[in-house]
């Protein structure tokens, strides 16, 4: 079987893939001013039939997981089918979703019953005013219920991802009540380290701070750092014995990130990129059309892989043409 690998030796057996631009957030780092349409783009969201080939395609070059990200994919009226699709028709075998938790306490029951592997679920602060003001949505209380209901419907793969954000969720008093919050809960916790994207760069200057201000804490409070699987993200993760559950960094301007690289994107509208931040990409929308395209789709993404760059360049400003996170599945 061919398998996903590039010119550099690391082989792909994650795929993150958007099914939407649309969020209904406004979160300052990514879409300050709300969800926008772009006019320079006509075409529509992949549709339920491109979406299962695209999986099936992936799953036959060795893929074993796939992201489901938007924007924020719930808004898809067609959404819970696309779930169905993925863990029933696809081949795939672990199917998860990020989310921002928009009405996930009623959400959670739905959520439980699709059989999806896991959830990661975007949470800048536990304080409910510094919540507010990253994403313009008094939402707090109902996406802390809606995890508490995840785990009364005995859903167990939960994760938390915030940004890290300069003097706004980056203190101490922070880093203790994420601390507090996963002593006695089964949730993983990440920092991410703020990006700076085509459109943020003054936003980027005033709020980014470097991820080991978090891991300096990591290490005053003696979490063991551990290593993770083939197929893993990019968070490097943290565990303490008296905790249920962990602590992890996701660091793009670290040294050595992209060398452990094990990830494609496929965009809302059939776009294989390569990078988040890359300049590199192709459209394989053509070749989502019917079902006997499969061999020439497969051949198509398999010679994409040889322009696959080391590194995104990040820490020496390059941003690629990622506008906002939003426009790439973050």
Not at 13 to 19: F, H, L, N, V
Not at 304 to 320: A, I, N, P, R, W
Request: proline fraction near 2%; include cysteine.
């Amino acid at each position: 079987m061919n398998i996903l690998k590039d010119s550099f030796g690391r082989t792909f057996p994650y795929i993150r893939m958007s099914i939407t631009d649309v969020c209904n957030f406004k979160c300052g780092y990514c879409l300050p001013n709300g969800y926008q349409i772009d006019r320079s783009d006509s075409r529509k969201f992949l549709h339920l039939d491109e979406i299962k080939r695209l999986a099936k395609c992936f799953s036959e070059l060795g893929v074993r997981k796939i992201r489901i990200t938007g924007g924020e994919p719930t808004v898809r009226k067609d959404f819970y089918e696309i779930i169905r699709i993925l863990k029933i028709e696809s081949g795939i075998k672990n199917v998860v979703i990020t989310t921002n938790g928009y009405h996930l306490d009623r959400k959670a029951k739905f959520l439980a019953n699709t059989g999806l592997n896991g959830i990661n679920i975007s949470i800048d602060s536990l304080n409910r005013e510094t919540f507010k003001n990253i994403t313009g949505h008094d939402r707090l209380p109902e996406i802390l219920q809606g995890i508490k209901n995840l785990q009364d419907f005995g859903f167990e793969n939960i994760k938390i991802n915030g940004v890290l954000l300069n003097e706004i969720n980056s203190t101490k008093k922070d880093f203790d009540e994420w601390s507090n919050f996963i002593q006695n809960n089964k949730i993983d916790f990440r920092y991410i380290e703020l990006m700076q994207t085509g459109d943020n760069l003054e936003y980027f200057k005033k709020y980014h701070i470097p991820s080991k201000v978090f891991k300096n804490y990591l290490d005053e409070n003696k979490w063991i750092y551990q290593t993770f699987g083939k197929d893993a993200g990019p968070s490097l993760n943290y565990i303490n014995p008296e905790y249920k559950g962990k602590f992890g960094i996701i660091a793009p301007y670290s040294k050595d990130f992209c060398k452990s690289c094990n990830r494609l994107r496929i965009t809302s509208r059939g776009d294989l990129r390569l990078c988040l931040f890359g300049n590199t990409g192709i459209s394989v929308r053509h070749l989502l059309q019917n079902d006997n395209q499969l061999s020439e789709l497969k051949d198509l993404i398999l010679k994409q892989m040889q322009f696959k760059k080391e590194s995104h360049y990040l820490e020496l400003g390059k941003t690629g043409s990622t506008k906002n996170l939003s426009k790439t599945g973050g």
